[in-house]
């Protein structure tokens, strides 16, 4: 990744004319396929709601490390379109939820702060709003190389916080984002990944009970994280 990006700014130089810089052909290669993937991630994913990206504001963050989840309160989703909502699962079973054989996916806690940031992408809460971040731990159990795909899967990611304000995962163009993860992983290995949602500032220090959805066409799955 480190290499495209490095790639990508070449061409940039190129295009604006401070430098003169020739690519092999693998290497137009590897820049054509990160290209396709950052289009495929905007018109297969996003639907506009990708965020402007904001580099000055430092994040003021809270952190909470995952204990163990509460037993389901059998109250429901008190907000959404009216479909149904299955029985709370324990979340140990995630791997399965989301399809991933021979993997483990752990939540290991979540976070609330203004910007989120990797190595290469800031993403930031808008105005009057904090970003809930979820944390994920990945891992292939198999001692052969595998592949994690959660991106055809078209998952969609819901939490409802404190049994009254549910809202939807938003659309990053982070590399560890748990709604577009396709990755391979040797034997043992373990990569992270996390997902974003939005919530009013109200929230930031006063979530008491939290719960994740995981729904495409075909499966519907309700954890409780708090």
């Known amino acids: 990744m480190k290499k495209l990006l490095c790639l990508l700014a070449c ?5 604006t004319g401070c430098a003169d810089i020739s690519l092999t052909e693998q290497e137009a290669g590897m820049i054509s396929e990160y290209a396709a993937y950052v289009v495929l991630k905007h018109n297969r994913l996003y639907n506009n709601r990708l965020q402007e990206e904001v580099y000055e504001t430092e994040p003021e963050t809270t952190m909470v490390v995952a204990t163990q989840p509460a037993k389901p309160d059998n109250t429901g989703d008190t907000q959404g379109t009216g479909s149904s909502i299955s029985e709370e699962e324990d979340i140990s079973a995630l791997a399965s939820g989301l399809g991933l054989d021979g993997f483990d996916v752990k939540y290991t806690g979540y976070e609330t702060m203004d910007t ?11 105005a009057n709003n904090t970003l809930l ?14 592949e994690a795909d959660i991106l055809s899967k078209q998952f969609k990611f819901r939490c409802t916080v404190n049994q009254e304000k549910r809202v939807g995962s938003q659309l990053t163009m982070l590399v560890n984002d748990l709604y577009s993860f396709h990755d391979v992983f040797a034997p043992q290995e373990e990569k992270e990944a996390v997902l974003i ?19 495409n066409e075909e499966e519907n799955h309700r954890y409780s994280l708090k």
């Open 11 to 15: 061409v940039s130089l190129c295009l």
């Open 116 to 126: 989120y940031a990797d190595e290469y992408f800031n993403f930031s809460a808008t």
């Open 133 to 146: 971040i979820l944390h994920f731990t990945l891992v292939n159990m198999g001692e052969q190389e595998a």
């Open 197 to 215: 949602f939005q919530l009013p500032n109200k929230y930031k220090d006063a979530i008491e009970s939290l719960s994740f959805t995981v729904k």
